[in-house]
């Protein structure tokens, strides 16, 4: 009896913090700005793993991240003696302290099912009507929503789902104006329509390989930016759109190849092993306020936040995310079936929106978005994990 209170404290408490990360996910501007939220999840997971007495999966994703996490703790160190202010280094201490939500996650999974079933009906009612009627990102964030889609379907097994996934997503796009709503329903139509593991990544590293290219080819014309940049003026920026034709499509977009320029080219060589915490990493940035102008350099995001995290860690960032990250698509479509039976599929459909987030915002790198990646990504590495363990005991048994 004492055993089983036990067991039902454990789950309250459990059911307590996917709340404060449901509020989080829909309303991050409100409930993290606000009430640091994003604190509070790291908070749990520090402390979940002291209760787990520091011990961590052994799936692949676990030991990557846990070794992520150690390289940013010698930075945070490190930084300590290179650091230009105390105040920066806190605030891109967010990069390093919001990993550890990834351990609530983690342990978590075994109450996520029973957590998801008790609110489904008032996602679907919640999720329904403003993804139709616009709300102020105060009530509904423009897209990181996306990111609780998959929780709406309780069979991920009905071949209508994918479909309503991407279709969702699209709506999305088009009525709270998102790009990157836009493009998540792209990524999860290439997801569903890919065959294999191996079509995926060759058809990936494709059109990653043709971005490079072109951002190779852009790179003298992104420079011009130097020119006129002014604090108070828009005239570098207007260089830059008028000197080719493909940054004069969209400027928010050639804003952030502008961001991401200087944080691979105008930061080398400081950025390979990392510019780490409290140090200035950006000189040409966009400004909506300018009484923030003297903490942007060093706060601002480069708008893909594995660009950034680049930036801040190095390429041992690099060397450790794209074996995460590889491994959870080997994982997608190898077991797919077994993911599909147990209906963790789903978690691995909620992981790609943060994916592409990622990719086009500032998110690892802020309390935004930070505790969502990492949250996210321990669910589905527990996934991983037991599928891993069960595997073993089955080739064992005789």
């Not at 501007?29 to 520091?54: C, D, M, P, S």
């Not at 052994?58 to 202010?85: K, N, Y």
């Amino acid at each position: 009896m004492r055993n089983n209170n036990y067991i039902v404290k454990k789950s309250r408490i459990a059911y307590c913090l996917f709340t404060v990360a449901l509020l989080y996910i829909i309303s991050p501007w409100f409930f993290e700005k606000y009430l640091l939220f994003n604190e509070l999840l790291a908070l749990a997971g520090l402390v979940t793993l002291i209760y787990k007495r520091g011990r961590v999966g052994r799936d692949p994703i676990s030991l990557l991240v846990t070794l992520l996490l150690f390289w940013g703790l010698i930075h945070a160190i490190v930084s300590l003696f290179r650091m230009d202010s105390i105040y920066y280094y806190l605030r891109n201490s967010v990069i390093i302290y919001s990993m550890l939500t990834f351990f609530l996650g983690f342990y978590g999974l075994k109450y996520l099912g029973g957590y998801i079933s008790g609110i489904r009906k008032f996602l679907k009612v919640y999720i329904g009507v403003f993804l139709f009627i616009r709300q102020s990102k105060y009530i509904f964030e423009r897209f990181g929503v996306s990111m609780l889609f998959p929780a709406l379907f309780k069979n991920p097994a009905n071949r209508w789902v994918p479909y309503l996934l991407v279709l969702m997503n699209f709506i999305y796009g088009i009525t709270y104006g998102s790009l990157t709503a836009l493009t998540i329903g792209a990524f999860y139509f290439l997801i569903f329509v890919s065959p294999g593991y191996k079509f995926f990544c060759q058809t990936f590293f494709l059109m990653v390989a043709s971005f490079a290219v072109l951002f190779i080819y852009l790179v003298p014309y992104l420079s011009i930016i130097s020119r006129h940049y002014n604090h108070y003026n828009e005239a570098g920026i207007s260089d830059v759109v008028r000197s080719n034709w493909i940054l004069a499509i969209n400027n928010d977009n050639t804003w952030r190849m502008i961001l991401w320029k200087q944080i691979i080219v105008d930061d080398f060589p400081g950025n390979i092993f990392g510019l780490g915490f409290g140090t200035s990493a950006i000189k040409y940035f966009p400004i909506e306020d300018i009484h923030k102008l003297a903490t942007l350099p060093y706060v601002v995001g480069a708008h893909n936040a594995f660009i950034y995290l680049f930036g801040r860690l190095g390429i041992v960032f690099l060397l450790l995310i794209i074996p995460i990250y590889l491994c959870l698509f080997k994982e997608y479509y190898y077991f797919k079936s077994y993911y599909y039976a147990n209906r963790q599929i789903l978690l691995f459909w909620s992981f790609i929106p943060i994916t592409i987030i990622c990719a086009f915002n500032p998110s690892l790198e802020s309390p935004i978005f930070a505790g969502a990646f990492w949250l996210l990504l321990g669910f589905t590495a527990r996934c991983i994990h037991d599928r891993r363990i069960l595997n073993r005991t089955t080739l064992a048994d005789p």
